[in-house]
Every structure is written in C-alpha cells, then in structure tokens.
C-alpha cells in the first residue's frame, strides 16, 4: 500500500529527509504511541521508504540553512512559490500505513523548523497538509521486474563504502544487504527465497546530501554525501521477495527516504 501527502510549503532546503522522519513520528504519536516507540526506539529495521519529487515550477537559490545550533551551511533552497510537494510513502506493514494515515490526517500543519534547527535565511518553514490520499500498488507475480527509481538506491558494504552498479561487487553486495534486512523481525523473518540478479538499462551516479543528528554528533560535520544509483534496472528473484522490495525500497537506507522504486513493467 502507499500514499501520497500533499503539502503547501514556500520552499524546501535541499537536506529535508530528516526533518521527514520527525514528520512521521510526530503523525505516529497522534494516532499509535506504543507503535512509535517500538519502531523508532532501538535499532529496528523500518518497514518502509519515501521520496518527495521536486516540482517542475521550482526555483533553485543559494540560502543560509541553520541545521541546528552548531552548524549553518550555505547550499540550495528550493522555492515553491506556485506549487505544492507531493511526499510518496510505501509500506509493507499495515500497521505503520493505517497509523500514520491517521496521524498525518490529525496535524493540520508540521513545523518543519524549530526556534534553533532547520531554518532557511533566519525564517521557519511550515509545511501545512493539504490532502492524505492512498495510493492503489502494483502486484507483482513474476520472476522479473522492470523497475524506475524514486530515490536512489544506496547498497554499502560491510565498511559502509558505497558501491556503484557499475562495480563487478554490486550484485554480491545488494545481495548480502537484502537477505539481511529481509531477515528482520518487522519485514520478513527469513532471507532471500533465492539470489537476486541485477541488471542495469539506463542507471547513473547520483550523489546526494543528507544530515542526522547522530551524524553529526559523531563526525563533528554539517552533512554527509550518500552515493547512490538512480535510473532503470531490471530486478530477478523471487516474487515474494521482489513485491517486498518493492513495498520497503532497495539497499540500505530505505527508512531515511532512499531505494523507494516504482513498478514499469
């Protein structure tokens, strides 16, 4: 299942996938306490990914964006001033959908900034929701899928490196990092039915930034630079497995907006 959030904002700093996280916590709060503090307390294998398109009317300018109290960047803020966002969101568990359906239903408008974090030349950004609207998903009932991403597919290795898949160890890799997050409690409880085989169509290098306040706590830096595959691939496995993958997103990072793919064909 997914959905689709329509959200009136004025503009949208390049680094906002976090600020999507507290987005959903605070929507999971509203309509299913104990769900939330399952899901984000610890160190949980979340059920799902997202991705917000970035509109065609957008306007890209060079803005101060204060992280938080000990970081200020200048980088790109969108302005929006003539359309909305539109934040797509797929799920393999109904429990997390439905709550946050409900949740996201309740807030009439998120604070995307605090009084400290995330403001953009000084000021705050609102996101006012506008619509919740579920979104009809394609079965998947092959053995091969043809899929589009969304957002781009992070797959790292066991030293966290990114690997491209242009590189002879992508498939390996994709491999080990799906049978792992499969095996999680909250997706599906084993591995891979059988190895997936990757094959690219029409795929490129995408580098995006993206913060967490771990990180930064950690590395002592404003943002990290995640390196992705973005583009046409076609997908061979299980079915099972593919119509998971296609409801969680592809690789590691899936919870942070990253991997979210749309069926082709």
């Known amino acids: 299942m997914r959905i689709k959030i329509i959200i009136k904002t004025d503009k949208l700093p390049i680094i906002y996938r976090h600020r999507v ?12 306490q104990d769900y939330k503090e399952y899901l984000y307390n610890g160190k949980i294998t979340k059920p799902y990914s997202f991705n917000i398109p970035l509109p065609r009317e957008k306007i890209a300018v ?39 359906f409900n949740g996201i239903k309740r807030i009439k408008v998120f ?13 705050k950004i609102l996101w006012e929701i506008k619509k919740v609207i579920p979104l009809n998903e394609k079965p998947i009932n092959s053995d091969s899928v043809l899929f589009r991403t969304n957002s ?17 160890r992508f498939e390996k890799e994709l491999n080990e990092v799906t049978d792992r997050i499969l095996r999680s409690e909250t997706i599906k409880g084993k591995g891979l ?9 029409k795929m490129n290098k995408q580098v995006v930034k993206h913060t967490l306040k771990a990180f930064r706590e950690k590395t002592g830096k404003p943002i990290m630079y995640l390196t992705g595959n ?3 691939f076609k997908l061979s496995g299980h079915p ?12 590691n990072r899936t919870g942070q907006g990253f991997g979210m793919v749309e069926v082709l064909g």
Not at 156 to 163: F, G, L, N, R, T
Not at 240 to 251: S, T
Request: avoid cysteine.
């Open 21 to 32: 996280l507290s987005l959903f916590k605070e929507a999971l709060k509203r309509a299913d």
């Open 230 to 232: 973005s583009g046409i």
């Open 240 to 251: 099972k497995d593919l119509q998971i993958l296609y409801r969680i997103g592809i690789g």
């Open 111 to 123: 604070d995307f900034s605090s009084d400290e974090n995330m403001l953009v030349n000084g000021e």
């Open 193 to 201: 039915e059988r190895p997936l085989k990757f094959e690219p169509i």
């Open 62 to 100: 060079k803005g101060k964006i204060q992280i938080d109290n000990n970081f200020i960047i200048e980088d790109t803020i969108y302005e929006l001033k003539k359309s909305f966002l539109s934040l797509y969101l797929s799920a393999l568990d109904y429990r997390f959908l439905i709550s946050l």
């Open 152 to 168: 781009p597919i992070i797959v790292e290795d066991a030293e966290d490196k990114p690997v491209l898949f242009s590189d002879k």
